[in-house]
């Protein structure tokens, strides 16, 4: 009887395995430097909601298909370096 069940639980597992595996697609990392916006304010900007708008219409959705990574230097021309070096250090797809 354990054999049975032992065998048909392998069974609905090698099954499933396909389905699960397809399921789970990449994130990818999406950098983005900012010259002025402060980063509370990004949204009502109207270049990022072009942006976002532009990514569904392409059937890309932030958090299931990407993973946007804004950085802003808030117009200090010396952070733009460092804003750009961590960037780097994510290692974004784009």
Not at 64 to 78: K, M, T, V
Not at 82 to 89: D, F, K, R
């Given at each position: 009887?354990?054999r049975?069940?032992f065998?048909?639980?392998?069974?609905?597992?090698?099954?499933?395995?396909?389905?699960?595996?397809?399921?789970?697609?990449?994130?990818?990392?999406?950098?983005?430097l900012?010259?002025?916006?402060?980063?509370?304010?990004?949204?009502?900007?109207?270049?990022?909601?072009?942006?976002?708008?532009?990514?569904?219409?392409?059937?890309?959705?932030?958090?299931?298909?990407?993973?946007?990574?804004?950085?802003?230097?808030?117009?200090?021309?010396?952070?733009?370096?460092?804003?750009?070096?961590?960037?780097?250090?994510?290692?974004?797809?784009?």
């Amino acid at each position: 009887m354990r054999r049975r069940w032992f065998i048909a639980g392998l069974g609905c597992v090698i099954l499933a395995y396909p389905r699960f595996a397809m399921a789970q697609q990449p994130v990818r990392s999406v950098g983005v430097l900012l010259g002025n916006p402060a980063l509370p304010q990004l949204a009502a900007q109207p270049f990022w909601r072009t942006f976002l708008e532009g990514l569904h219409e392409h059937d890309w959705d932030e958090g299931r298909d990407i993973a946007l990574q804004p950085r802003a230097a808030e117009g200090n021309q010396e952070r733009y370096q460092q804003l750009a070096a961590e960037l780097v250090e994510l290692g974004p797809a784009v």
